[in-house]
């Protein structure tokens, strides 16, 4: 089973604007990490932010992390054409160590439209 | 640098067949995964190797056999393919030391497999 379940499974915008996916979780977790994935290709690593963080920013990125609610959020400001893709979520999950094992949520498919 | 390559790009089996699916980082990471990504879904871990020498089952290894080679290479084989393995599959390492970008993961373009 998957650990994350993502809001919305999809999402058009127009560019300039925000977009704004949600990640919930169910099990407590060493860190959290956003992935994009355009279409036909592998997963590029967005950000990863830890347990101990709540906000963290990179670029037009912002995540947040609330444990206490095991959600997460990915902001992309200022949206592009070339943002387009899926986004997914992924937990380490605490008690895996050093294995770097993650658990990958079913994404949030992107579209900007120009 | 490559990064993360894997072979082959796509592949077409029959039902019963064997195949081995390749992959290799230059990165001189430690852990390496492989994961199959189903359409609409994430990705399921089949699985994995944190360190030359060790492998672990993931969250869906049956029907599925991985090798680590050296700490370049870690290869997964289907014994006895079935319709149900039909997927893309994706290798992917990470260094697991040195700060920071320790855990990040990255990720080889995939392989499209189809059994018939």
């Known amino acids: 089973s998957q650990q994350g379940e993502e809001d919305p499974q999809a999402l058009s915008i127009q560019e300039g604007e925000n977009a704004t996916m949600n990640c919930s979780y169910k099990?407590?977790?060493?860190?959290l990490q956003w992935y994009r994935q355009n279409s036909g290709r592998g997963l590029v690593h967005l950000i990863l932010i830890r347990s101990n963080e709540r906000e963290k920013h990179s670029g037009r990125l912002r995540v947040t992390l609330d444990t206490s609610k095991k959600s997460s959020s990915l902001l992309i400001t200022a949206s592009r054409a070339a943002d387009t893709a899926s986004y997914f979520c992924a937990t380490a999950p605490r008690g895996s160590g050093n294995t770097g094992k993650l658990i990958f949520g079913q994404g949030t498919t992107l579209q900007v439209k120009p | 640098n490559a990064g993360v390559t894997q072979t082959p790009k796509f592949q077409v089996l029959k039902t019963g067949q064997s195949m081995t699916l390749q992959c290799a980082q230059d990165?001189?990471?430690?852990?390496m995964y492989w994961y199959r990504q189903d359409p609409g879904m994430g990705l399921r871990l089949i699985y994995y190797s944190a360190s030359e020498g060790t492998t672990d089952k993931g969250e869906v290894p049956n029907g599925y056999n991985v090798s680590r080679l050296n700490k370049r290479e870690f290869s997964l084989r289907l014994e006895s393919a079935a319709p149900s393995q039909t997927s893309v599959y994706f290798c992917?390492?990470?260094?697991?030391?040195?700060?920071?970008?320790?855990?990040?993961?990255?990720f080889g373009p995939g392989t499209r497999l189809t059994v018939l």
């Open positions: 992917a390492s990470r260094t697991g030391t040195g700060g920071a970008g320790a855990d990040t993961q990255y």
């Open positions: 990165m001189n990471h430690n852990s």
């Open positions: 099990t407590s977790i060493n860190n």
